[in-house]
């Protein structure tokens, strides 16, 4: 079609604050505090996340109508705001577990979020396709930084100093373990399907 440009997705790109922020108002309306207790909970102290960020992102969501504030009677004189999702907003949260990112799928952190909400993505076969992206990830042939003094790529059990093997070691085990569930969980999905 000539003279449209196509859709971007709302959050194409960016962090995943956006993504907890729907993941978690999807399981209950939550204050704004509570919300910010769930996401560190989430994230830990990895990325804290800070009232500079959350209530900015929230904005952006309650703009894009993906997000309402309701009022409610405080415990005291004063009422207090609570956050809800809106039907767009679960949208927004189906097509983002649906379609992460590459960066999504590659980085740790943010595939623990995609994986915190990815049961709120009710097709067991989208499900599986996500999980099966992040084992394909896995199983790529990964380039090693370990190198000898001309340059040149070594082995990683022959790295040059005991925390770089500890490293490569922790590496390892974590993605085995990680490749075991990921084939269990797979085949469950797939199985229910």
Same mark, same amino acid.
């Given at each position: %079609?000539? #003279? *449209?440009?196509? +859709?971007?997705? +709302?959050?194409?790109? *960016? =962090?995943?604050?956006?993504?907890?922020?729907?993941?978690?108002?999807? $399981?209950?309306?939550?204050?704004?505090?509570?919300?910010?207790? !769930?996401?560190?909970?989430?994230?830990?102290? /990895?990325? =804290?996340?800070?009232?500079?960020?959350?209530?900015?992102?929230?904005?952006?969501?309650?703009?894009?109508?993906?997000?309402?504030?309701?009022?409610?009677? #405080? +415990? #005291?004189?004063? =009422?207090?705001? /609570?956050?809800?999702?809106?039907?767009?907003?679960?949208?927004?949260? +189906?097509?983002?577990?649906?379609?992460?990112?590459?960066?999504?799928?590659?980085?740790?952190? !943010?595939?623990?979020?995609?994986?915190?909400?990815?049961?709120?993505?009710?097709?067991?076969?989208?499900?599986?396709?996500?999980?099966? !992206?992040?084992?394909?990830?896995?199983?790529?042939?990964?380039?090693?930084?370990?190198?000898?003094?001309?340059?040149? =790529?070594?082995?990683?059990?022959?790295?040059?100093?005991?925390?770089?093997?500890? %490293?490569?070691?922790?590496?390892?085990? *974590?993605?085995?373990? $990680?490749?075991?569930?990921?084939?269990?969980?797979?085949?469950?999905?797939? $199985? #229910?399907?």
């Amino acid at each position: %079609m000539t #003279g *449209t440009t196509p +859709a971007t997705p +709302a959050w194409k790109g *960016t =962090p995943v604050l956006p993504l907890a922020i729907l993941g978690f108002l999807a $399981e209950e309306p939550l204050h704004g505090y509570q919300l910010k207790d !769930r996401i560190t909970g989430l994230t830990g102290h /990895v990325k =804290p996340v800070s009232d500079g960020a959350l209530y900015p992102a929230i904005a952006r969501l309650e703009a894009k109508g993906l997000i309402e504030r309701r009022t409610e009677p #405080g +415990a #005291g004189a004063a =009422p207090r705001q /609570v956050l809800a999702l809106t039907p767009a907003g679960r949208a927004e949260l +189906a097509r983002r577990l649906r379609e992460p990112t590459p960066t999504e799928i590659t980085d740790r952190n !943010r595939y623990f979020t995609i994986l915190a909400f990815l049961h709120r993505l009710e097709d067991p076969a989208a499900q599986a396709a996500v999980l099966r !992206r992040r084992l394909d990830f896995l199983d790529a042939p990964g380039a090693g930084f370990f190198f000898d003094e001309d340059g040149k =790529p070594v082995k990683s059990e022959d790295a040059p100093t005991l925390f770089r093997r500890g %490293m490569t070691q922790i590496a390892r085990a *974590t993605a085995k373990a $990680e490749r075991e569930w990921l084939k269990a969980a797979i085949a469950e999905l797939e $199985e #229910g399907a």
